[in-house]
């Protein structure tokens, strides 16, 4: 992908390139910032980049994307320039931060990632282009560093204060298996996916944009709760604690109650994957998507009516996922049903686009 459009905008061939995976994340939303678990699974769309060594100033930076016009250029110490290159630069400031000596870079970025899903673009080209360099440049670092670097390119220079599940997902995700992941002390577990059904993806036609406040609103709500209730994060209370919120204000218990209540999807859904309990998991994807709509306000009319109509169409389950406001929604369906599954969904939703596993 990447290196025909490198080799048709640099008139060389480059001479690395590296790809990573979007993501789908199954059961705990917001729980990533706060210690919590995450369930993701890596997704079939991936983000490829080629870059080579040029001439000029080391840290210097030319780019170009099979997504936008033109070529976007960093120079070494710039700040974040508010577009997607920033993503590349990111990476390259990180790591001259770390220590490592970054010669000036030639890029080119393609995939088939879908912008604006939810499904996490951005972590995606953060790991592949962490990978590109490390291969280019023997950094010597492995999957977890790759992942941690890329978040601190995402928070540090981005601008963007996102916890590490995407891109631990991207890094270290295997196909046909979900990540659980705990976030405190990045200890992971492959598990497989459901034999004999989908995570169906449809996109509700309305972009997320994290970088609007919505994101960095939650996440300061779940600090003001922790310091009202004395812990230095909610990963220290679990379903037993529940009373204790309530001397809260009532917009911080109902996010603390998210985080809480997702922690504990996350959990109970492993358990019915490990124990083939499928209708118990989609159960549990509907509870975890009412928790983000009536606790943590981050759902919208598009992704509240999909989910609930493709339950009503025979979905086991289905919530929104990612950061929220917008994006995607992931439903559990039996794969021999999915396509009438689908007939009867899109008709109600003529915005609304399947972009896993059939797009139209």
């Known amino acids: 992908m990447s290196a025909e459009l490198f080799a048709r905008t640099y008139g060389r061939v480059p001479e690395v390139t590296a790809s990573a995976p979007a993501r789908a994340n199954l059961l705990g939303e917001h729980t990533d910032y706060n210690n919590g678990f995450v369930f993701p699974a890596p997704l079939p769309f991936r983000t490829s980049v080629s870059l080579a060594r040029t001439e000029g100033p080391e840290g210097a930076v030319e780019a170009v994307s099979a997504n936008f016009d033109g070529r976007l250029k960093h120079a070494p110490g710039a700040p974040a320039a508010h577009h997607w290159a920033d993503y590349v630069a990111g990476c390259v400031e990180i790591l001259r931060g770390e220590g490592f000596a970054i010669p000036a870079l030639q890029v080119a970025v393609a995939g088939d990632v879908p912008m604006g899903a939810g499904i996490?673009?951005?972590?995606?080209?953060?790991?592949?282009?962490?990978?590109?360099?490390?291969?280019?440049?023997?950094?010597?670092?492995?999957?977890?560093?790759?992942?941690?670097?890329?978040?601190?390119?995402?928070?540090?220079?981005?601008?963007?204060?996102?916890?590490?599940?995407?891109?631990?997902?991207?890094?270290?995700?295997?196909?046909?298996?979900?990540?659980?992941?705990?976030?405190?002390?990045?200890?992971?577990?492959?598990?497989?996916?459901?034999?004999?059904?989908?995570?169906?993806?449809?996109?509700?036609?309305?972009?997320?944009?994290?970088?609007?406040?919505?994101?960095?609103?939650?996440?300061?709500?779940?600090?003001?709760?922790?310091?009202?209730?004395?812990?230095?994060?909610?990963?220290?209370?679990?379903?037993?604690?529940?009373?204790?919120?309530?001397?809260?204000?009532?917009?911080?218990?109902?996010?603390?109650?998210?985080?809480?209540?997702?922690?504990q999807y996350v959990l109970d859904g492993i358990a019915a994957l490990k124990a083939k309990d499928y209708k118990r998991f989609g159960e549990l994807m509907s509870l975890s998507h009412l928790s983000e709509k009536d606790d943590y306000g981050i759902t919208i009319e598009e992704t509240d009516r999909l989910a609930e109509d493709a339950v009503t169409f025979g979905a086991l389950g289905a919530r929104q996922t990612g950061g929220g406001f917008g994006g995607c929604v992931l439903a559990l369906v039996a794969a021999d049903r999915a396509e009438a599954w689908w007939a009867a969904m899109a008709p109600r939703h003529p915005l609304a686009r399947l972009i896993y596993p059939v797009a139209n």
């Open 120 to 263: 996490s673009s951005s972590a995606a080209l953060e790991v592949a282009t962490m990978r590109a360099l490390n291969h280019l440049l023997g950094l010597g670092l492995d999957g977890r560093r790759i992942a941690t670097l890329g978040q601190k390119a995402e928070n540090q220079f981005v601008g963007m204060p996102c916890g590490i599940m995407d891109q631990m997902v991207s890094s270290l995700g295997e196909p046909g298996q979900a990540l659980f992941l705990d976030t405190m002390t990045l200890a992971t577990e492959l598990v497989p996916l459901p034999a004999n059904y989908i995570i169906a993806i449809v996109h509700s036609g309305v972009a997320h944009r994290l970088v609007d406040g919505g994101y960095k609103q939650r996440r300061q709500q779940c600090e003001e709760a922790c310091a009202l209730l004395g812990i230095s994060s909610l990963r220290e209370l679990g379903v037993s604690d529940l009373p204790r919120l309530e001397a809260l204000p009532d917009i911080l218990r109902r996010r603390a109650r998210h985080i809480i209540n997702d922690n």
